[in-house]
């Protein structure tokens, strides 16, 4: 059985693919046709549009995310492979311009892991090992994806195609370890990971990336005025950009909510 890590971007997959070396790499892009949210960087804009085989305008997730993926691949001296699905205004109205939210996280399904399930059916004919980046402590997590698998596989379209493994619990590490593995090593990363107006922050967050990231929280705002509904169920995105500021966040203590776009 091969094995698989998928990249995310952010510093726990990186250090999986670094220390637990997969025979493959995979890495799923989210992209917008907004020019609002353009990649500053025309030549790696380029590069980008060559990997996933189409014209790349920007991303929702920081721009940094390129930058990380194709060091990560110098890095490792290891191939990474670019997927990509939909841009995700054509997601939103092929959903009936019905919003994703806590509720109904179609987002990652669509831009993340169908796009990945594709790859997987054009290169393999059996399951893989896929090595999921829950850290030591995340245990719980790791059990609850074990009880959604059908014999030792999660499921994808009626289609066993995972078997998840966890090399980060399995050896004990945790967070501290991973930042610290990093710090001297010629890796840019995000401050955190996965889109910038992800409906699993905090409006807290969500407020400061206002400040951090305007064009693409303008995104995502103009995205409730186009189809009239919102992201999070208590509260618009643009009532959120007229709170006060909030300075001293330390974005440390805000991981990803939910934990599963990177998986």
């Not at 890590?5 to 250090?15: F, I, L, P, R």
């Not at 893989?128 to 245990?139: N, S, T, W, Y």
């Not at 014999?151 to 493994?165: A, H, M, N, S």
């Not at 693409?216 to 169920?233: I, L, P, Q, V």
Request: glycine share 6%.
């Amino acid at each position: 059985m091969k094995t698989v890590t998928s990249v995310s971007g952010g510093q726990s997959s990186a250090y999986i693919a670094a220390n637990h070396r997969s025979d493959y790499l995979v890495f799923a892009l989210v992209t917008t046709e907004d020019k609002l949210c353009q990649h500053p960087d025309p030549h790696l804009r380029k590069i980008a549009s060559e990997k996933i085989g189409r014209e790349f305008v920007g991303t929702l997730e920081e721009d940094v995310i390129l930058e990380t993926i194709l060091e990560l691949e110098q890095y490792l001296q290891q191939e990474i492979h670019w997927v990509v699905g939909d841009p995700f205004e054509k997601v939103i109205n092929r959903k009936g311009k019905y919003l994703p939210n806590i509720m109904a996280r179609y987002c990652t399904t669509e831009m993340k892991i169908d796009p990945m399930f594709k790859w997987w059916k054009e290169n393999f004919d059996e399951p893989v090992e896929m090595q999921i980046g829950f850290r030591a402590g995340e245990e719980r997590r790791a059990k609850n994806m074990l009880d959604k698998c059908v014999d030792g596989l999660r499921q994808y379209k009626k289609v066993g195609w995972q078997k998840p493994i966890f090399p980060l619990i399995d050896n004990g590490i945790k967070r501290d370890s991973i930042v610290k593995f990093w710090e001297d090593k010629p890796v840019p990363f995000a401050v955190q990971n996965n889109c910038v107006g992800c409906f699993h922050r905090n409006p807290l967050v969500l407020r400061k990336k206002f400040e951090d990231h305007p064009n693409k929280m303008e995104w995502f705002k103009n995205e409730e005025a186009r189809t009239g509904g919102r992201w999070k169920s208590d509260c618009a995105y643009a009532e959120i950009e007229k709170h006060k500021p909030q300075t001293e966040i330390n974005f440390d203590d805000w991981g990803c909510d939910s934990g599963y776009c990177g998986l």
